[in-house]
């Protein structure tokens, strides 16, 4: 999930860095493109790219999960667990 006040867009408008979490640990995430209309904070993602030395995932892709229902059964328990999953 995007996690909630990490969202920051440059000035162009062109890039954005959020974190993602899973509400026990996050992971920064930088991406340069257009973000798909369904991406917001408390939001799930699914992002695509690699992982920088510097612990930053660099994103060449972010979709934007528009129903639970396709989550990995790990994750949503992981989520429930946390008390970040919402029915």
């Known amino acids: ?3 909630p006040a ?3 867009r440059s000035d162009d ?4 860095t ?3 979490t899973d509400g026990a ?3 920064p995430v930088a991406y340069r493109g257009i973000l798909p209309d369904l991406f917001r904070e408390g939001q799930g993602v699914v992002t695509e790219g690699k992982m920088r ?8 892709e972010v979709l934007a999960k528009h129903d639970e229902t ?5 994750v949503a328990d992981a989520l429930k667990k946390s ?5």
């Open 53 to 60: 030395p510097d612990g930053r995932f660099e994103a060449r």
């Open 25 to 27: 640990n996050a992971i």
């Open 18 to 20: 959020f974190r993602v």
């Open 1 to 3: 999930m995007v996690e």
């Open 70 to 74: 396709y989550m990995p059964r790990e």
């Open 13 to 16: 408008g062109r890039s954005v």
């Open 6 to 8: 990490s969202v920051a």
């Open 83 to 87: 008390g970040h999953w919402k029915e």
